[in-house]
């Protein structure tokens, strides 16, 4: 099953998130990569990489807006480890609703990203 990696520079935005994704699609793991450590309004690329390693399976990273894709890009640049992570730039909102939608489906991570390429292009 595809895990979606939601990067925020909210924390509370991506912890609700997760919260109303989990209504949708409760067996589809999500993890969080939201705000700075300290709790701030941020994104940071080492907490983001940090998040891969809690992967399960194949993950999709989706972000909201400005640095947080730039963060995403380069934590997908450094991550080494050995599970397939792509982004796909698409609305947070509605990219993961769609996205949890799929895996939950079984959908793999082609066609995860195939269904929001199409639905966002």
Known sequence: MVNLILVSHSEKLATGLKELLAEMAPDTPILL???LEDGSIGTDASRIEASFDQLNDDGLVLTDIGSATMNAE???ELYSGDRTIQFVESPLVEGAFLAAVLSGQS???TEVVD?????FA
């Open 33 to 35: 990569a939201a705000g």
């Open 74 to 76: 380069l934590a997908l």
């Open 107 to 109: 959908k793999s991570l």
């Open 115 to 119: 269904g929001l390429k199409k639905e």
